[in-house]
């Protein structure tokens, strides 16, 4: 399968801050990958570098096979809205409407004019006095409608009601089914997306801790409860990612797969293992203070924790 | 190349601000000339007397009126729609040439606008009471050839001055058209320093076409800046 985004050793430095450290990751074509991790991790980064907003320090990133940095044959073809996206004064919903076909090539209006009602987005409103939802929903209209072949989404849920939210999934899945293309999504709703993706990358202070396939993610870190001395013995060994004690009760993720000795061992201590859900692991490997000699850092299967 | 086009109509696509704000403020200072006018035709000067057209031609109104407006539009072309340019896939080359093509574009606007008010002016004796708004000096005096030249650079200066201006915001923060401003005030200082001795010489030998000079290096500078600070700027 061809890779549609293909990042090597890309590393972005902003002073002494470190945005990006080292990240390799790939997304092949016509996958929906989900870019999960803190605030901070390094996400709204990464998207800006693949479509060519920004460019790496040091590093190479490649989309549909070419840099895509001044690259206007490659932009063409990409769709990224940012959060925080910055509108030209005085714009309204009709002069976004209005020009961004100009640069689409396959803006689709039948796309954009469904958001728009389903959104309820205010036509006459300046966009600058949009709330949060209302932004958002523009960044959905433009990043839908677009039907670029690479489309970036950055934290598309941000301020959208429950009936939005849905409405945002529908359309995406629907067009996404007649319509394939590759999207990258960032969000910190985990649970409610992940069943849209087929891949996942977890970003942690810059680093890449997880490029997986999406089925593959239950195997990666599991949950492990029961009383708190029973667990603190089960995980002694382990690499643990996160930990929560109540009232003599602990609950904790553990990278790497379970195996039946351990499986074994927990049942007959009365503590209970269960895969990690990758709401958990994100959470989990957010909290997670890696240390240098961890032995998460080793490349497991493309993983790394 | 299609996305320099693109970009010129990205600028377009705020029609009210580029076609119809000029038109606004050129109504706003025609009416208040006209009410200066008859301020001072109350107070016994005669419209068509020799003191009434000198008076009423040195009127810079026009010219003030429009340089804010169009330094602010300036401005805007860049800082809050070039992020948004980025984000529909121009690149920043096309960006750059496609803001000069549209400065151009609005440019001749505005040259073209004030020259029909002028011929019009000339046309029916100044409003057919003798107020004079656009056959002033600072614009020609009646010579369209002249007024046209004088107004495409200067809203061009404008513009693409306001843009190097705004380049610099997006490129370094607060700090980018601070440093801008200093640099040019020292330059012209140290101009200023070196040519004082021979003011007087220089004033003798003044000629228009300099200002043409000076505005074309201005609007080239600008324009190379632009370029030059939006290439690597990172938008956030």
Known sequence: MTNAIDMQAVNRRFGDAIALDAVDVTVPEGSICG????????????????????????????????????????????????????????????????????????????????????????ARTPIKKFSRGQLSSVAIVLGLASRAPVTLLDEPYLGLDVTARALFHDMLLRDYAAHPRTIVLSTHLVQESEALFDR?????????????????????????????????????????????????????????????????????????????????????????????????????????? | ????????????????????????????????????????????????????????????????????????????????????????????????????????ITSAYVAAILAVLSVAERATDHWFVGFYVFDVHVLGAGDIGRLVTIVFLGVLTALTVGGVFAS????????????IAAGVVIVLAAALIVLVPAAAGIAEAFQLWWLAVAALVAIALSSTGTWLLLRPAVVR
């Open chain 2, 168 to 179: 610099a915001w997006v490129r370094f923060g607060a700090r980018g058209p601070q440093l």
């Open chain 2, 1 to 104: 190349m299609s996305a320099v086009i693109s970009t010129v109509k990205l600028h377009l696509n705020r029609r009210e601000t580029t076609f119809l704000v000029p038109l606004y403020i050129t109504g706003m200072v025609a009416v208040f000339s006209v009410l200066i006018s008859l301020v001072f035709w109350r107070s016994g000067s005669q419209p068509g007397s020799a003191e009434w057209i000198q008076g009423s031609q040195s009127n810079p109104g026009i010219v003030y009126a429009l340089l804010s407006f169009l330094v602010y539009l300036g401005v805007s072309s860049v800082a809050t729609t070039f992020p948004f340019a980025l984000t529909l896939g121009a690149t920043r080359r096309s960006f750059t040439v496609g803001t000069l093509l549209w400065a151009a």
């Open chain 1, 200 to 305: 996942v990358v977890i970003l942690d202070g810059g680093k890449v801790r997880v490029s997986s396939e999406a089925d593959d993610v239950r195997d990666l870190a599991f949950t492990l409860s029961g009383a708190a001395d029973v667990v603190q013995g089960l995980i002694a060994r382990s690499t643990v990612l996160s930990t929560h004690t109540v009232a003599g009760l602990m609950s904790a993720t553990v990278w790497g797969a379970v195996d039946d000795e351990a499986r074994t061992r927990a049942r007959d201590l009365g503590a209970r293992i269960a895969p990690a859900s990758l709401h958990e692991l994100v959470a989990a490997i957010g909290e997670h203070d890696p240390a240098p000699a961890d032995p998460a850092h080793d490349e497991q299967k493309g993983v790394r924790a």
């Open chain 1, 35 to 122: 870019l999960l991790g803190r605030n901070g991790a390094g996400k709204a980064t990464m998207m800006s570098i693949i479509a060519g907003q920004d460019r790496p320090s040091s590093g190479r990133v490649e989309v549909l096979g070419q840099e895509p940095f001044e690259n206007e044959s490659v932009l063409a073809m990409l769709s990224f809205v940012r959060d925080n996206q910055r509108y030209p004064d005085d714009y309204r919903l009709h002069h976004v409407l209005r020009i961004a076909p100009d640069f689409a090539p396959h803006w689709s209006d039948e796309v954009a004019a469904e958001l728009v009602d389903g959104f309820r987005v205010p």
